[in-house]
């Protein structure tokens, strides 16, 4: 008997069908048999689907002898399974990889539950993927308890039934327990169910559309035991043409039978009464929808449609009505007129916000100017990084080293109204485009960023700008990008080139990112051979760690600690606070992303293989790029897998420099990640089994597989013997990161953000250079691009 029946209805999708099957039989977890479904299709999916039966056993083919329409087929495919879960999968969508394996996991951890639910993410046929807007109802009860969040829509009637054992402690719940979950898209395919359950209730599939509704509906009510999964498991295909609920037709009337199927299954049980008011609102809201698209209803049908929803509505009324549904008590009419008004409403409110826009930006480039009249602050200074997301990287060192060296310099770090909570105490700050923010860039001496200020901010004689950068550069780069038309979408080269000729100084760890912002940025700025501040930090505890043996491997980062004045912690501390056993080796995994596939995100590992492979004594933290924080990137698997121990998703961690001291080996691809983790003398493994086509859309300056700093694998076998047979800490190793630490952290010593305070702020002529690139005679620290 296998785990998993997934049954396919299958109707004029010859296009797709391929990949859906294939997404489903290429499963790492192969304990499934596929029920496919031919409803009578006239092209050529049954010849399609009787191959994949051929060629394996685990398909079952159905030919229908005349169509039947979508539910159905459905329930034309239950009698042949004999799988312990039943999918239903749509022929023109796919299961993601390794969709089963967690699915049975979590169907594992919960003791077989009713009713799996799980995630999914529409993907578009221009490319674009959106992940479930409400994911976070799933991520909610994943651990057994009740969320927090009161389902909405009169939801929180039908909690009050039965909270005392809505929730149970085995990680399952019910619906009374959880009514958030009815919140989530009526579909069938976002579920897996308990064959034994749905033979016991006899659960089957109406004629006609929006057939899922009274499936859906009376499975999750019924369910005692309701778990969820929050995974992306399958690819929600959204065709440019092809969608039969985005068709125009009289078929959209069969949503008021298919409610009237809802009502007579609660009118026949009585224990499910309570209900009745929610069910009664998403009717309403539901048909309301539908009548609301423009391209659902012929013009002539819609005040008959409107008519069948008001009698169905006021049929099943139950309590008050809400505001937002009693158009349903008039007429046609009425509604078309609360319509009207709502989309006048709408366009006058978008009017009156551009016209406020407009005049708030009149009024503060007039008061920016006024206040450029005024001198300027000689000890005010205006920092940002990342986009203003915190008090972060160079700029922050930088900071740090002011407020210790210089401290009449007043600092203001320019932030996200988001990310004002999250900062440290004690940090002066404004937020972008607030009076406030326009009154200290007037008038502040020195700006220091490693992301260009935006256009509006005006570059004042005197003022002195400092570019950080935010690392040594593997990648094209600004100019360099021209030639990559695909890397540089989004990006405005000419424009990021007009902001980049307000930098007065280019910071630089090393003679290659000299030579390469000269050529990626024809500016004029100065380079300062300071080294990088960020690192300045790594520098400290790598000489703190000399002699310790952090090239052997186990526990290194749990040794460390952060350096003099950086606060940014102790590895031990980083290791405790994300639940590391502190004898454990640390492998950091950070990719970086990926320009030749849309959304930057690209799976080049099998991260719970990884993690297994490593062994019990290697704990697995991963951090994504941070491009792809807010994306779907982490639905697909990296999200459940930290839910489960299986790793450590350190995305969010904000101190990339804390994720480093904290591990004893990184694993990456083409980060410029990888020349700040050589100050600190440890492992690096190079994972480049897609460097061709990395080098082809991004570009690179140079060939990281023939200069690494640290042994390359080029295929997961390659990075799994690796880490099995030691070798990634051997001589070998050792000797490749000695080489390149020579040639990419020259001028990292320790003393990156004291030389920048000193030579810029203070104005010190006698400022040492970084000890290991001694200056020729007479030479000065700066060297003019």
């Known amino acids: ?204 599939f109406p004629p006609g559309y929006y057939e899922d509704t009274p499936w859906t509906f009376p499975v999750l009510l019924s369910a005692d035991r309701i778990a969820t999964l929050d995974r992306i498991c399958l690819a929600y295909r959204q065709r440019r043409q092809g969608n039969i ?57 819609k005040p008959e449609f409107f008519r069948r929803t008001a009698e169905l509505f006021r049929t099943h009324v139950h309590g008050p009505v809400p505001p937002e549904l009693r158009v349903l008590l008039g007429g046609y009419g009425g509604y078309r007129l609360e319509r009207h008004k709502a989309r006048a409403l709408k366009a006058l409110d978008a009017r009156r916000q551009r016209a406020r826009a407009a005049a708030a930006d009149r009024i503060g480039r007039g008061w920016s100017a006024l206040l450029r009249q005024r001198p300027l602050d000689p000890d005010l200074a205006v920092y940002s990084a990342f986009s203003h997301r915190g008090v972060l990287g160079d700029p922050a060192a930088v900071h740090r080293a002011a407020r210790e060296l210089a401290p009449h310099i007043r600092g203001v770090w320019v932030v996200r109204e988001e990310q004002v909570p999250l900062l440290p105490a004690g940090i002066e700050y404004v937020v972008p485009d607030s009076p406030r923010y326009r009154q200290v860039t007037a008038r502040a001496t020195y700006f220091v960023n490693n992301v260009n200020w935006p256009g509006t901010l005006v570059k004042r004689p005197g003022s002195v700008h400092v570019h950080t950068h935010q690392g040594t550069p593997l990648k094209y780069m600004a100019a360099d990008l021209l030639g990559k038309p695909g890397a540089r979408h989004g990006f405005d080269v000419p424009q990021m080139l007009r902001r980049a000729d307000r930098w007065d100084y280019s910071l630089v760890a090393n003679r290659h990112s000299e030579l390469v912002w000269d050529r990626a940025y024809p500016c004029h700025f100065t380079s300062l051979r300071t080294g990088s501040p960020r690192n300045d930090v790594l520098v400290r505890a790598r000489s703190d760690d000399d002699g310790n043996g952090a090239d052997a491997g186990a526990g290194a980062g749990a040794r460390t600690g952060a350096g003099a004045g950086t606060g940014a912690g102790t590895g031990a501390v980083v290791r405790s606070r994300l639940g590391i056993p502190a004898a454990n080796t640390v ?199």
């Open 587 to 785: 492998v950091l995994y950070a990719p970086t992303r990926r320009d030749y596939v849309r959304g930057g995100h690209a799976e080049r590992i099998d991260l719970a293989r990884f993690a297994d492979d490593l062994g019990a004594d290697r704990t697995l933290v991963v951090r994504l790029h941070p491009s792809l924080a807010e994306g779907p990137a982490r639905g697909f698997g990296l999200t459940e897998l930290a839910r489960r121990g299986v790793l450590v998703d350190a995305t969010d961690e904000p101190h990339v420099e804390e994720l480093m001291l904290a591990s004893d080996v990184l694993v990456t691809d083409y980060s410029a990640l990888l020349f700040d983790y050589a100050n600190l003398d440890r492992p690096i493994v190079v994972h480049a089994d897609d460097r061709d086509a990395y080098t082809a859309s991004r570009g690179t300056y140079f060939d990281i597989t023939a200069d690494p700093p640290g042994h390359v694998a080029r295929s997961y076998r390659d990075l799994a013997w690796l880490f099995a047979s030691g070798a990634w800490r051997d001589e070998e190793s050792a000797r490749l990161r000695a080489g390149f630490r020579e040639r990419f952290c020259e001028f990292d010593d320790g003393r990156a953000a004291e030389r920048v305070v000193r030579t810029l702020m203070l104005g010190e002529r006698d400022v040492p250079v970084p000890v290991r690139v001694p200056a020729p005679a007479g030479q000065d620290l700066r060297v003019s691009s």
């Open 245 to 301: 609920l985005s068709t125009t037709s009289r078929k959209h009337f069969d949503i008021h039978e298919q409610y009237e199927r809802v009502f007579a299954f609660v009118d026949a049980r009585p224990d499910l009464n309570l209900w009745r008011p929610y069910l009664h609102r998403k009717m309403g809201e539901h048909c309301l929808d539908v009548l609301g698209k423009p391209d659902r209803l012929p013009e002539r049908d």
């Open 1 to 204: 008997m296998p785990r998993f029946s997934v049954i396919v209805p299958v109707f004029k999708v010859q296009g797709y069908l391929r990949e859906c099957l294939d997404s489903v039989l290429g499963q790492s977890y192969p304990d499934l048999e596929v029920i496919a479904v031919d409803d009578c299709s006239p092209d050529g999916c049954g010849a399609i689907l009787d191959e994949y039966a051929v060629r394996d056993p685990r398909v079952k083919v159905l030919h229908l002898p005349e169509n039947v329409g979508l539910g159905l087929a459905r329930n034309a495919g239950m009698p042949h399974a004999s799988g312990d879960f039943l999918l239903f999968l749509d022929s023109d969508d796919t299961l993601t990889p390794g969709a089963l394996r967690a699915m049975a996991d979590r169907l594992d951890e919960t003791a077989d539950p009713d009713v799996l639910v799980f995630d999914y993410a529409r993907t578009y046929w221009w490319g674009g993927t959106r992940r479930n807007v409400l994911a976070g109802l799933l991520a909610d009860g994943a651990d057994g308890t009740a969320s927090g969040a009161d389902a909405k829509r009169g939801a929180d009637t039908a909690r009050g039934a039965d909270t005392a054992h809505g929730v149970a402690g085995d990680g399952t719940f019910t619906a009374a327990g959880r009514p958030e979950i009815l919140e989530l898209l009526m579909v069938v395919w976002n579920k897996a169910y308990r064959r034994g359950f749905v033979e016991r209730h006899g659960f089957a």
